[in-house]
Nanobody
């Protein structure tokens, strides 16, 4: 089992920044590819960013490309999502997720992930 705990969400004005963190425990963190997803009310959960186990390859949804940055610190068992130039449409609950994989690619579908955090709310006011 892998336990994931997100933090760093909150209320921010348009154009502001937030940095989400996801702390993992329970298994060897570097054996897992990681992803950040979000879900707004009435919408499907979508992958906004993903990273391979090593951090060597990353994926970004078109809607966040150039504004969000995913990174990981395997020594600290943590994955981050730096969110800049936030927009009201970024408002959602953000989840981190883990999948056991040391392959050199990332995962973009929610059904590919094995473990999920409880989510953290991000609200961007206009």
């Amino acid at each position: 089992q892998v336990q994931l705990v997100e933090s760093g969400g909150g209320l921010v004005q348009t154009g502001g920044s937030l940095r989400l963190s996801c702390a993992a425990s329970g298994r060897t963190f570097s054996n897992y590819a990681m992803g950040w997803f979000r879900q707004a009310p009435g919408k499907e959960r979508e992958c906004v960013a993903a990273v391979t186990w090593s951090g060597g390859s990353t994926y970004y949804a078109d809607s966040v490309k150039g504004r969000f940055t995913i990174s990981r610190d395997n020594a600290k068992n943590t994955v981050f999502l730096q969110m800049d130039s936030l927009k009201p449409e970024d408002t959602a609950v953000y989840y981190c997720a883990a999948v056991l994989s040391r392959r050199s690619w990332y995962y973009r579908r929610a059904d590919e992930y094995d473990y999920w955090g409880q989510g953290t709310q991000v609200t961007v006011s206009s």
